[in-house]
């Protein structure tokens, strides 16, 4: 593979060149701390450097809310118009859990019946992807088998060096892309090759790496367990667990018509964690309580997925750990599940 | 197959309402054609397979499809009015259009059945399912290579039987098929047998010899259901039944109908007892 060295001044320029076809999605930051992909409009918006974003850039593959499709009824037929195609979008600086977040998605929206508002965007990103030179300490990526090198998932990979970044493509589409940027490109110095082989070296270290055996194994066997009645005390069913997570991809179908013979139908996020999710007509739930809640949603990051897709549902970005307002830690429910597993 | 016409499995077929049946007071059954007569000819679906119905403005909801594969030209959907979309639709006249998606799920497995004896147990709405497999199986084509077809179907009055003219006309009237209905309390005009469906099982006491069950009906007359078939010495694998998960995409995507690693969507909603018997107990 290709590497070369991208300079930090030539950025803007690239960023013109993205701009000049594409829409450019890049991390931005909002308020301190606070980074959140959005389009860029000025090159000197990207933020080059940020731990994580505060929410994944999902929204970009999979949006909040999106117009499925459009009905009219005139006076005869009624008719159907599938909502607006996507637009060529780079999706710039996502780091290697929001990547291999993206890799999770994937067999869910494709599979036996490609979904064709997730396809066309997929097909329409190219996903830039950049290591972690400095993981944040809730982070716990390398827990799942890669870690802030990854480049699962990526058409290209940034790789921050002093200076600018080294920039590798890793599939057809990627080759593509770095050819037409290849006269803002130089070619990469072994000492550069050296640094950043150091830094991501240092970034792994830092990574906290937890001991998944016997989780799943437990988990295979044991449904009904009081752990989660226990944990269920404190949570308060908000959904920001599932909101802020890169890997759920739940969402309720809704129609909206202003005037009676003309509509949108929508989709839009959902949760497992709120009541209503199960809750049949006739008021029969099979997820009754917050308890069966609550371990749905951990079944289907430590479980379920892993059996459907054979790809862990968590990736170890830690979010849900730092914006769950009664501190609902995976890590920890990790590690209690771990105990009680070699208890056993 | 799935009614992908230009792959948008999530885009509904514009569908018009030929005809409504009147069955109880609360059930009425739509046959309904869809308007695309090329859509109308592909789509294929198999015994126990569902649609979502689209009413568009409201929504969808996902129903059974109660005829039978080998009635070709139209699809018919029984349903029970009980919430906002199935509301409105109780609502619709002949000639009102709506969407129609699918077929989804798995289906009745229907070739297993081959060279066995069948024992249908329906309760209300959720003989609709089991009315495309009784009507496949019964259809002329397919008859001679099923064995005996014994249906037990009941219902909270005589009203609330579905399909009367099936139950009462054309099931009885075909070869080597007895029809046993009942309803849950005594009731002037009512000469039939009394009792609830799982009592009524238990005292028809049908063998289990070279047998296969077919079940639907509200969660407590399928758990009771069940239990009974098993007392009467039916292996787990001779029972197969439908689950009823709420549902929205129908697809393996919204992730709204799982039970553990499995989608009613996707891998249901039929399935062998044994194979509920390996699901974690939340349905
Ligand atoms: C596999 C399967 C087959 C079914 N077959 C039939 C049938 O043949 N005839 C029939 O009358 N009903 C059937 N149902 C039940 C039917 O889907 C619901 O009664 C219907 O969706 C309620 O819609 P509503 O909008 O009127 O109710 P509301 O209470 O307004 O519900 C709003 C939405 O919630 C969802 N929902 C609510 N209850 C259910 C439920 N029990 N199952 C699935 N989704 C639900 C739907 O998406 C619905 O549009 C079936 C359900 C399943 C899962
Ligand atoms: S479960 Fe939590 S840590 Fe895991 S991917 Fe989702 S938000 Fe990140
Ligand atoms: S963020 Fe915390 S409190 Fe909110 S639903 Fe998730 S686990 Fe419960
Ligand atoms: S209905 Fe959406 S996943 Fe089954």
């Given at each position: 593979m290709n590497k070369y060295f991208l300079a930090k001044e030539k950025l803007p320029r690239l960023f013109e060149l993205i701009m000049a076809d594409s829409c450019l999605v890049a991390p931005r930051q909002i308020s301190g701390h606070r980074y959140l992909f959005a389009?860029?409009?000025?090159?000197?918006?990207?933020?080059?450097?940020?731990?994580?974003?505060?929410?994944?850039?999902?929204?970009?593959?999979?949006?909040?809310?999106?117009?499925?499709?459009?009905?009219?009824?005139?006076?005869?037929?009624?008719?159907?118009?599938?909502?607006?195609?996507?637009?060529?979008?780079?999706?710039?600086?996502?780091?290697?859990?929001?990547?291999?977040?993206?890799?999770?998605?994937?067999?869910?929206?494709?599979?036996?019946?490609?979904?064709?508002?997730?396809?066309?965007?997929?097909?329409?990103t190219l996903l830039v992807g950049q290591a972690c030179d400095r993981p944040a300490a809730?982070?716990?990526?390398?827990?799942?088998?890669?870690?802030?090198?990854?480049?699962?998932?990526?058409?290209?990979?940034?790789?921050?060096?002093?200076?600018?970044?080294?920039?590798?493509?890793?599939?057809?589409?990627?080759?593509?892309?770095?050819?037409?940027?290849?006269?803002?490109?130089?070619?990469?110095?072994?000492?550069?090759?050296?640094?950043?082989?150091?830094?991501?070296?240092?970034?792994?270290?830092?990574?906290?790496?937890?001991?998944?055996?016997?989780?799943?194994?437990?988990?295979?066997k044991n449904f009904q367990s009081p752990y989660w009645t226990e944990l269920a005390r404190r949570c308060l069913g908000c959904g920001i667990c599932t909101y802020s997570c890169p890997t759920c991809h739940c969402f309720d179908i809704f129609d909206y018509s202003r005037k009676q013979e003309e509509g949108?139908?929508?989709?839009?996020?959902?949760?497992?964690?709120?009541?209503?999710?199960?809750?049949?007509?006739?008021?029969?739930?099979p997820r009754p309580d917050r308890a069966a809640r609550l371990r749905n949603r951990f079944m289907h990051k430590l479980k379920y997925h892993l059996d459907r897709y054979n790809l862990a549902g968590c990736t170890g970005c830690g979010r849900c750990v730092r914006l769950c307002p009664v501190n609902i830690d995976i890590r920890e429910i990790i590690s209690d599940l771990k105990e009680v597993a070699t208890r056993e | 197959m799935s009614n992908c016409h230009c792959g948008a499995p999530l885009l509904p077929a514009l569908a018009t309402i030929k005809e409504i049946v009147e069955e109880t007071p609360d059930v009425k059954t739509f046959r309904m054609v869809f308007n695309d007569p090329a859509v109308q000819e592909s789509f294929r679906q198999k015994p126990g397979q569902v649609a979502q119905i689209s009413v568009f403005g409201v929504g969808e909801a996902t129903i059974s499809i109660t005829s039978s594969p080998t009635k070709r030209g139209f699809l018919e959907f029984s349903i029970k009015k009980v919430g906002r979309l199935t509301g409105v639709l109780h609502e619709l006249e002949p000639g009102c259009q709506v969407g129609i998606r699918g077929p989804y799920g798995n289906h009745f497995p229907y070739e297993q059945m081959r060279g066995k004896d069948l024992l249908f147990i329906g309760g209300g709405i959720g003989l609709a399912p089991l009315r495309s497999l009784i009507d496949y199986v019964l259809a002329p084509e397919n008859r001679s290579q099923y064995g005996r077809v014994d249906i037990i179907y009941g219902a909270r009055s005589a009203a609330d039987l579905c399909f009367k003219h099936d139950l009462f006309h054309n099931w009885p009237q075909q070869p080597d098929t007895r029809v046993f209905t009942t309803i849950d309390r005594a009731q002037e005009d009512w000469t039939g047998h009394v009792g609830f469906v799982p009592a009524y099982l238990e005292e028809l006491a049908p063998s289990p010899a070279n047998k296969v069950a077919v079940t639907c009906g509200p969660p407590v007359m399928i758990k009771f259901v069940l239990a009974g078939l098993l007392k009467l010495g039916f292996t787990p694998e001779q029972v197969v039944t439908t689950l009823e998960m709420k549902m929205k995409c129908g697809i393996g995507k919204c992730g709204r109908c799982n039970i553990g690693s499995k989608f009613v969507c996707l891998d249901g909603p039929v399935f062998t007892l044994a194979q509920l018997q390996e699901l974690p107990p939340e349905f």
């Open positions: 389009p860029v409009l000025q090159a000197e918006e990207v933020a080059l450097d940020y731990t994580n974003s505060h929410l994944p850039p999902k929204n970009y593959l999979f949006p909040q809310t999106q117009a499925m499709f459009l009905f009219q009824q005139g006076e005869g037929e009624l008719r159907i118009s599938p909502a607006g195609a996507a637009s060529r979008t780079v999706l710039w600086g996502i780091r290697p859990c929001d990547l291999q977040a993206i890799n999770a998605l994937d067999p869910v929206f494709f599979g036996d019946y490609p979904d064709p508002l997730y396809r066309q965007k997929r097909e329409n809730q982070c716990f990526c390398s827990t799942f088998g890669y870690g802030p090198d990854s480049s699962a998932g990526a058409d290209i990979m940034l790789y921050p060096c002093t200076g600018g970044f080294l920039i590798a493509a890793f599939s057809p589409r990627g080759e593509e892309a770095l050819a037409s940027w290849q006269p803002l490109l130089l070619p990469v110095r072994p000492e550069q090759e050296q640094e950043v082989g150091q830094t991501l070296a240092v970034a792994s270290q830092a990574v906290k790496k937890l001991d998944l055996n016997g989780v799943k194994e437990w988990l295979d949108v139908r929508y989709r839009g996020w959902d949760s497992c964690m709120f009541a209503d999710f199960t809750l049949m007509a006739g008021g029969h739930n | -």
